[in-house]
């Protein structure tokens, strides 16, 4: 009985019309919730967390870069799961989510190292240290990058679709092995040349700021995500009967 | 099994400049190196400049490594008649690791040699490139056979695995430093013989995946 219904759920999960129906109330959800949040986030963390006793004011700059860093790699992680579904399921809906997950992820992920190299301009005295994260993140931004490429490179929408599935999958499947050989090369090249890429433990008027931009980024990607993903649909389902119906309706209020 | 070993076999001995033209590229770019920059010589950056050239050369090689078949059509008739297409996929990247890191295994060293690493790391090199190459082929095979349908798809295949290959190097050229320095190569050789394996799990079955998705983009 729970099976069939899963069943039944996991189906229509599949159907692009059914996810823009259900998803018309969440973008306003994610939207809203990502305003607040990020505004909340915003506000606390520059204005009223209390300066590093190291770092100064500078260190404010973590409640950017700290949620960048983690959303550029729940995106790409996100791409790999979705590119799984569809190689296994043949659903249609996940390459509408690759699409959409991979402009915004190369995007935070230039973020992440932008922010993450303005940080570093005085707190390690340079624009770029090859830090074991830095490259990672790096990494991470040549991985997308590669995917963007493939996608140029492939004009079946179809094929386009499972090539870039594949793609995703074998990065997400390597993620790990690069970051612990990057991490691992850093300390053995350059041990301990600066303290602070150790987390110092934060009081919490410090973290709970940054908690609150976590969750506001994680909006904000759900918000852009949904956003692209439904026009993807509009786009690739132009010529069906519901989504004239769904213009006609719209135009009407 | 034995007659697909067979026939890559006898491919591979006719079209020798598959196996002496990634040799070449290797020595030429060696010696290039050490002209443009003559310091690097018997210095720590010898190791990590041989490894990078492996590199490169292996990413040459690759872009070839189904283009013949996917051209003539042989790779379609491969995989539509072979009992296991997993196997057909396994062998053409034994060969390919054959006619590339294998051939590394000997020639590499003898870099070594040029670039003045000392000669009680040959061994080490030797060792690294063994352990070490199959990775690139394996991983290297993913992207090539996504690529293979491509007219230009050279740039294509190294943003794909290039980001890939990191690992490798890292330790690659970490076994190679670690024999120099005399400390023990130990993790080293785990750890490359740890990514070996896990390509060894992934790439045929994504290589087999990737080589559908080209032969239906023909």
């Known amino acids: 009985m729970l099976s069939a219904s899963l069943k039944r759920l996991w189906h229509k999960l599949g159907s692009p019309r059914w996810f823009f129906a259900l998803t018309e109330s969440w973008v306003k959800v994610a939207g809203w919730s990502a305003l607040v949040l990020l505004v909340w986030g915003t506000i606390w963390g520059l204005g009223f967390a209390p300066a590093d006793y190291q770092q100064g004011n500078s260190f404010r700059i973590m409640y950017v870069h700290v949620p960048a860093a983690m959303l550029a790699q729940s995106l790409y992680i996100g791409m790999g799961v979705a590119g799984f579904i569809g190689l296994v399921w043949r659903m249609k809906l996940t390459d509408v989510a690759i699409s959409a997950c991979l402009p915004l992820g190369m995007v935070i992920t230039a973020l992440a190292l932008f922010s993450g190299s303005v940080w570093g301009r005085p707190t390690w005295g340079s624009w770029w240290e090859w830090d074991g994260r830095t490259v990672s993140t790096l990494v991470l931004f040549f991985l997308y990058v590669g995917i963007y490429a493939l996608r140029e490179a492939i004009a079946d929408q179809e094929l386009r679709a499972r090539a870039s599935a594949l793609i995703a999958m074998v990065g997400t499947i390597n993620i790990p092995i690069i970051k612990y050989s990057v991490e691992w090369w850093n300390t053995l090249h350059q041990p301990a040349s600066f303290g602070l890429t150790q987390k110092p433990a934060m009081p919490s008027e410090m973290w709970l700021p940054l908690l609150v931009m976590v969750l506001g980024f994680y909006a904000f990607a759900g918000f852009i995500v949904l956003v692209r993903m439904r026009t993807e649909i509009l786009n690739r389902e132009l010529g069906a009967r519901w989504v004239r119906d769904w213009v006609q309706v719209r135009s009407e209020r | ?218």
Request: net charge neutral; glycine share 8%; no cysteine.
């Open chain 2, 1 to 218: 099994m034995s007659s697909l070993l067979r026939r890559e076999w006898q491919v591979a001995l006719r079209a020798k400049g598959a196996i002496i033209n990634p040799v070449a590229f290797l020595l030429l770019s060696t010696t290039l190196f050490v002209i443009a920059a003559p310091d690097t010589v018997s210095s720590d950056a010898a190791a990590g400049i041989l490894w990078t050239l492996v590199l490169l050369t292996q990413l040459l090689a690759l872009d070839a490594m189904y283009r013949r078949d996917f051209d003539s059509g042989v790779l379609e008739q491969t995989l539509v008649s072979a009992q296991v297409p997993f196997v057909a996929v396994l062998t053409r990247i034994f060969m390919q690791w054959l006619s590339t890191g294998f051939i590394m295994v000997a020639v590499g060293p003898a870099l070594g040699i040029l670039l003045g690493l000392p000669a009680e790391a040959t061994p080490a090199i030797a060792l690294a490139m063994l352990l070490g190459t199959p990775a690139l082929s394996l991983l290297g095979s993913i992207g090539a056979s996504v690529t293979v349908g491509f007219s230009r798809g050279g740039v294509i295949l190294a943003l794909l695995v290039m980001p890939l290959f990191l690992p490798t190097l890292i330790f690659g050229a970490g076994l190679v430093a670690a024999a120099e320095a005399g400390s023990s190569v130990m993790p080293q050789v785990y750890a490359l013989s740890l990514i070996s394996l896990v390509a060894l799990a992934i790439a045929p079955f994504a290589t087999l995946a990737g080589l559908k998705i080209s032969l239906e983009m023909q």
